[in-house]
């Protein structure tokens, strides 16, 4: 029985007890009153004031002992602190690839304030929530390569994440949306982990339209791994903002452009491999994917608690002893013709 967070009973049951104090007290009070002698007068007023010391100590006799059994009663309860260490051992746990779409339209604005800026955002605060995993990074357009191997350092992760820059990557890889090179590059880095589970979050807003590799082959091989993809259409329902040139000072031109996405692909990827489809029209529906993600995918933790416990029932059974002894040393000794 726990009392406080830390204190609890081990014989909680023996409080019991308790409940017979009112019924011993009214006993002890009737008993002893009828036992002591009684004389009768037809005047007391002489005997105004005739109350001696021992006279007062019977009735505080009777709250010794019990206060004494009180006392017992809680000491056979077996009160007792409890100090508690818990110690977590990790599981083998999840290891995860985000394979990221960089092509020119995830700078498109129906997500706020750009898809590829929103999908950071978002994939941040997920490695975040996660910290028993590991995490890897693929970034793929026309092209696809390794952003950060799958690793457990998640501040070089983020870090990563963080800086990917279109502008910058605009010139180092060939532009298009090869899914199957991305999905087939990621699969790449995941086949040989050892983890108890092996996810890959494929993220794109497009059509598969180039690569070497095609992404139904590129499904063939996370299939043979065993790995997990689950995988997110990125953009809203009919057009967008998208930018369709560049203006000399290197600033986008955007007009709006249809969304395309091939749904059917993706959804098929996801089915077949154990994963879910999503579609994220906006900023909020691509959070809530991921926390369906992080719902979807939990790591194992061991915890293993370790009990330390300090009995304190002696002080109250010690004090009982004493207060009985003292009870019985007066009834035997000073107050034997009184009580």
């Known amino acids: 029985m726990k009392l406080f967070e830390h204190y609890e009973l081990y014989t909680p049951y023996a409080l019991l007890l308790l409940l017979l104090m009112p019924i011993l007290a009214i006993w002890l009070y009737r008993h002893r009153y009828n036992e002591r002698a009684k004389f009768l007068y037809s005047d007391v007023k002489s005997f105004g004031g005739f109350k001696t010391l021992k006279n007062k100590m019977i009735p505080i006799l009777a709250s010794l002992l019990l206060l004494a059994l009180t006392l017992t009663a809680i000491g056979i309860a077996r009160p007792r602190s409890v100090d508690v260490t818990a110690k977590t051992k990790k599981t083998k746990g999840i290891d995860i690839m985000l394979a990221v779409d960089v092509s020119a339209s ?3 604005r129906d997500l706020k304030p750009n898809r590829l800026e929103a999908l950071k955002k978002t994939a941040i605060n997920f490695i975040k929530k996660r910290p028993n995993d590991r995490f890897g990074v693929v970034l793929y357009a026309g092209e696809a390569f390794t952003q950060v191997p799958i690793t457990s350092d998640q501040r070089i992760v983020m870090q990563a994440i963080r800086k990917i820059n279109f502008r910058q990557l605009f010139n180092q890889l060939e532009q298009g949306t090869a899914i199957g090179m991305g999905l087939a590059t990621a699969v790449n880095r995941l086949k040989d982990s050892k983890a108890k589970s092996k996810v890959i979050i494929l993220m794109t807003d497009g059509v598969n339209n180039t690569g070497e590799i095609d992404p139904y082959t590129a499904l063939e091989l996370a299939k043979e791994f065993g790995i997990k993809v689950y995988t997110i259409g990125l953009g809203t329902n009919g057009y967008a903002p998208t930018p369709v040139a560049v203006n000399p000072d290197g600033s986008f031109v955007y007009r709006n452009a249809k969304v395309e996405i091939d749904e059917n692909l993706l959804k098929k990827i996801a089915s077949e491999t154990g994963g879910k489809y999503f579609r994220a029209t906006d900023n909020s529906k691509l959070n809530k994917i991921y926390k369906e993600i992080d719902k979807l995918e939990k790591t194992e ?16 059974v010690l004090i009982a002893i004493g207060l009985i002894f003292i009870v019985g040393l007066l009834r035997y000794t000073w107050m034997k013709s009184f009580v």
């Open 106 to 108: 995830m700078l498109a």
């Open 301 to 316: 933790i061991k915890e293993t608690k370790y009990y330390n416990y300090k009995e304190l029932y002696r002080p109250f």
